[in-house]
């Protein structure tokens, strides 16, 4: 396996892929980069550009990181690359940024090299640009590459993806996920926080950072409380709207599939939530299996609801309301 110290750990397998293709000369015209979102898929994009564009690439495909060509890389005024992405978070790519590419892929490089294209979040390219830009996929020009990257590829048209050579970038397993929180002077429980970053370390970094456990646990306490009536469920639901919607769905999911476990087995080994055990092992033994496993589709509806941007509030209240109600005997 090749390895390049400027990539996290776990890009380690997918650089090898990248680092063949230069010594190979076999640069794909056009490559898809998938994975789930905070796995540093546009880091290692480009360091791929980078040591493509290198004037004095190593014998293992890495960047000199000093000769002209990676200097200007380095201050990001490469004449030969460009990088295309929504002009904000969560935005669209659209077709006018499209429209001026089909210049830059046809100027000839300024350095009798490559030209190189990332589009950030393609997945995000509106009908029109994403039309506009299969356009330069079915006529590629020579030495071009163009590397598409996106956590939701299916989102992507699949004339457009099939157009592609592929590269699945994975999450690491959770050794190397832990090692690598631990390198980042991280100390709090890394199952619990990789858990709720589905594994994703930078995630998990960035939870840890912003003291996300201890609002987790905060909200726990919350939710017991809502469940012995001794506060009202409408207040709370407007407490949470502070913490981010889809953790707090999250959570209230892995709590009830853990008190559903508990039910079935007084102690389970695997539970989303072990520092809560005897909490949930409590609610366990006071709930009605019928009415948990229905307040448990009842969260599932509500969660649907959610991602079409209902009111937020609203969604909240009527899932603590429920959980109130299973708790009243
Ligand atoms: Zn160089």
Not at 31 to 49: D, P, R, S
Not at 76 to 104: C, W, Y
Not at 175 to 195: G, M, P, R
């Amino acid at each position: 396996m090749t390895s390049n110290k400027d990539l996290y750990s776990w890009l380690h397998g997918s650089w090898s892929q990248l680092a063949a293709y230069l010594a190979q000369q076999r640069i794909p015209q056009s490559l898809l980069i998938t994975g789930k979102k905070g796995l540093g898929k546009q880091q290692l994009a480009q360091n791929f550009v980078k040591a493509l564009l290198c004037e004095q690439r190593s014998i293992e495909s890495l960047a000199c990181g000093h000769c002209s060509s990676c200097q200007l890389f380095n201050a990001n005024t490469h004449p030969d690359f460009t990088v295309i992405q929504p002009e904000e978070a969560g935005k669209s790519i659209t077709i006018s940024q499209i429209r001026g590419l089909t210049d830059f892929l046809l100027l000839s490089s300024q350095f009798n090299s490559y030209r190189a294209l990332i589009i950030n979040d393609a997945h995000r390219l509106t009908h029109a640009a994403a039309n506009s830009f299969l356009k330069s996929l079915e006529e590629p020009v020579e030495k071009t590459c163009i590397i598409l990257i996106s956590d939701m590829p299916t989102a992507l048209p699949a004339t457009i993806r099939s157009r592609c050579q592929k590269l699945f970038v994975e999450a690491p397993d959770s050794e190397v996920a832990k090692q690598w929180l631990q390198q980042q002077q991280i100390s709090e429980d890394l199952d619990i926080l990789l858990n709720m970053a589905h594994g994703v370390p930078l995630t998990a970094q960035q939870y840890a950072n912003e003291g996300i456990l201890a609002s987790r646990k905060s909200c726990f306490n919350d939710w017991l409380k809502i469940s012995r009536q001794q506060v009202s469920p409408v207040f709370i639901a407007e407490q949470w709207q502070k913490v981010s919607d889809s953790l707090i769905l999250f959570w209230m999911t892995t709590w009830v599939t853990d008190t559903l476990k508990c039910y079935f087995n007084q102690n389970p080994d695997k539970c989303y939530n072990p520092d809560f055990k005897p909490s949930l092992q409590e609610l366990a033994q006071r709930l009605e299996l019928k009415r948990l496993f229905k307040f448990y589709d009842l969260l599932l509806r509500q969660k649907k609801r959610l991602s079409s941007q209902l009111n937020k509030q609203l969604i909240f209240e009527e899932i603590l309301i429920n959980w109130a109600r299973l708790s009243r005997k």
